[in-house]
């Protein structure tokens, strides 16, 4: 009998990029320690110049410095020529967000693929 898989063994499956959608999965934990890699796999999808789709939904422990790249992301897409999207639900960016005042400042859209 196959072993059902753990939903963090689902999420460690999905792939973190979808190229063929353009969507950009980010990692639960979006902090300094490893901001500098989803800052470059964000680079990466703006590279391509085509619209990107970033989806918050894995995010479950955010601080100062995640919420700053995902601002970041939001001012550089339009001076790059590139649209994106946030997409999904995280409390953690949620409750971030209000913390620092800065409700509304990322625009998310809800997911379209039931995931």
């Known amino acids: 009998m196959a072993k059902k898989k753990t939903a963090a063994e689902t999420i460690r499956a999905t792939p973190k990029t979808d190229v063929a959608d353009h969507v950009h999965y980010l990692d639960a934990n979006l902090e300094i320690q490893n901001i500098e890699a989803a800052r470059r796999e964000l680079a990466e999808m703006f590279a ?45 960016l949620s409750n971030a967000l209000a913390v620092l005042g800065l409700q509304g400042a990322i625009p998310l ?3 379209h693929d039931g995931r």
């Open 109 to 111: 859209a809800p997911r």
């Open 48 to 92: 391509r110049a085509l619209p990107v789709t970033v989806d918050v939904s894995r995010i479950t422990s955010i601080d100062t410095a995640g919420v700053q790249l995902l601002l970041a992301v939001c001012n550089a897409a339009p001076k790059h020529g590139v649209s994106v999207e946030f997409r999904g639900q995280s409390a953690a």
